[in-house]
């Protein structure tokens, strides 16, 4: 699903923010990213989104060469991948509804498709009884399940989540992750960025920690196979 | 495109206009300035035309012919000036309708001239008024060159000051336009860019969700057609209402001028569908180049 082979990137001002990194993601798994700030976590996604493009190395997403797709192919990509961020980006003046219906809308779906997918994925992620609701008045936790029912609504393969938990309290996160457990799986693929390492310990997922730019471990943190890079 | 994106489209528009109403406000009042200026030099050109066509018509050449033509030769003269494809209008006046027409101007003097009756020292002419007198010298040329014909008598300085204002009109016409246009595409654009400059999160997560450029560029532009399309219809009642108040007062009017004026201004109603057509398209291509020219800068993946 997610294959970076040697893969460098440097930023415009010289920047090494990832130095060979070599990871595999099959379809279905469940992989937490952890590092600290500035290790390059972000820049991994963004590669993977193809908001970046490698500096050297190859980066292939659903047997796509991110390198090799055109500008106009770009958007086309995208609607594989779900993505979820820390601070949400829902818009302000859409309601609930409006906010998971816009990501169909985009695609052209037509107006049937949009009634029927818009409250089932509300619903997936308990929001029903919300949809008529202006994003400022929800809580941190329900705004960040409108955004991940806006990730889903297009039912991608791959699903991109960076720190979704970050704004979020301790409890409210284990319920997303719960959620994105849930998701996982009924067979999507699960990317997630955090910080939070009482969470990865207690799901228990294959983790990826990256250092400085490089991946320095990968496995299940206090589980048994830990695949120690070289 | 669906009927549901078009509504879409028209919901965002008009939520931008408003969200950004004093940016959005300004833009129309420049919009609609630039749009009543030009529709009034239009306006203006209109009414110095139909002066112009006035002026032409006063404007006749006098044909007079050689004393020797007489009977075919006349109707040889008649066919070949008739056949000039820059003349209006060709009238004969025979030796002895024009010592008539003299006598009668002259009124009871008139009896004076009896004695000419007889001896008349009159020619045989044609009165001709010309089509398109910035074409005079050509056309004057080729009534020389006909058999029969003596001499021409015609003013080449009305003809010429005809012509020079004319020309100067449709100069000064074209320049305001153009140079209105250059200022309204200006500012436009700069609305336009404010508007995607205070969306561009949105922008962002657009892209996320895996929307196309012009996806992402339509409400944009489509705020521009509305800014035009409101700037043109506010102008063409603004521009109605004005004019028709100025025909009015010169209707009423008695200064110097005003026959003339009262019978050749151009009544509003005549050039009303073209005038809020040319606004329309120009309302419409400036939003759409407007908006165009800054939303590619934000979209770059
Ligand atoms: N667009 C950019 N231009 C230049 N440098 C960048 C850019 N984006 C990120 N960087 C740099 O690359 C490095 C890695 O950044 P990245 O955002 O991937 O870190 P991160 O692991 O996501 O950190 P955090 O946990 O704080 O989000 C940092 O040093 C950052 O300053
Ligand atoms: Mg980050």
Request: proline share 2%.
């Amino acid at each position: 699903m997610v294959h970076f082979e040697h893969v460098k990137k440097n930023y415009a001002d010289g920047l090494c923010a990832l130095e060979d990194v070599n990871l595999h993601v099959d379809k279905g798994e469940f992989v937490f990213i952890v590092g600290a700030s500035g290790a390059g976590k972000s820049t991994l996604l963004k590669l993977i989104l193809r908001e970046e493009l490698p500096t050297a190395g190859t980066v292939r997403v659903n047997n796509v060469d991110v390198a090799r797709l055109r500008r106009r192919e770009i958007p086309f990509f995208r609607r594989s991948i779900g993505v979820v961020f820390q601070d949400f980006r829902l818009i302000p003046h859409m309601t609930v509804y409006e906010n998971v219906a816009f990501a169909l809308r985009v695609t052209n779906a037509p107006v049937r498709e949009i009634r029927k997918r818009v409250p089932f994925f509300l619903n997936l992620v308990g929001l029903a009884d919300k949809a008529r609701q202006m994003p400022e008045h929800l809580s941190g936790g329900e705004q960040q399940r409108v955004s991940l029912a806006r990730a889903l609504v297009n039912t991608p393969s791959l699903l991109i989540a960076d720190e979704p938990t970050g704004n979020i309290d301790p409890a409210m996160s284990c319920d997303i992750v719960d959620l994105l457990g849930e998701i996982n799986r009924c067979g999507t693929t699960v990317l997630m960025v955090t910080h939070q390492i009482p969470l990865v310990q207690r799901f228990g997922h294959r983790t990826v920690a990256i250092s400085q730019g490089r991946v320095v471990h990968d496995g299940r943190i206090g589980g048994g196979s830990a695949r120690k890079q070289s | 495109m669906r009927a549901s994106s078009l509504s879409y489209l028209l919901r965002e528009g008009m939520r931008s206009i408003f969200k950004n109403r004093m940016i959005s406000l300004a833009a129309i009042g420049v919009l609609v300035a630039c749009l009543l200026l030009v529709g009034a030099s239009h306006l203006l050109t209109q009414n110095v035309n139909s002066l112009v066509g006035y002026l032409e018509s006063q404007n006749e050449v006098m044909v007079f012919l050689d004393d020797a033509a007489k009977g075919e030769d006349l109707t040889y003269v008649d066919t070949k000036l008739r056949a000039l494809d820059n003349i209006a209008s060709v009238t004969f006046i025979s030796r002895e309708e024009g010592l008539k027409t003299w006598m009668e101007q002259l009124g009871d003097d008139g009896t004076l001239l009896e004695w000419l009756v007889e001896d008349n020292p009159l020619q045989n002419s044609y009165r001709v008024v010309l089509r398109d007198l910035s074409r005079m010298e050509e056309t004057l040329s080729q009534i020389r060159n006909i058999a029969g014909v003596e001499t021409i008598s015609a003013s080449r300085e009305m003809a010429q000051a005809v012509t020079s204002l004319k020309d100067g009109i449709a100069r000064a016409g074209f320049a305001v336009v153009v140079i209105l246009a250059g200022v309204s595409l200006v500012i436009v654009a700069n609305t336009i860019r404010l508007t995607v400059y205070s969306r561009r999160k949105e922008i962002g997560i657009m892209k996320y969700v895996g929307a196309t450029d012009t996806f992402i560029r339509l409400p944009f532009i489509a705020e521009g057609i509305l800014l035009g399309v409101i700037s043109a219809t506010i102008a063409f009642l603004l521009l109605w209402a004005g004019y028709t108040g100025f025909v009015r007062w010169v209707q009423e009017g008695s200064f110097a001028w005003a026959g003339i004026l009262q019978s050749h201004i151009v009544p509003f109603s005549s050039v009303a569908s073209r005038l809020y057509l040319y606004f329309l398209a120009g309302g419409v291509g400036i939003g759409t180049l407007g908006s165009m020219i800054f939303t590619g800068k934000y979209l770059k993946v």
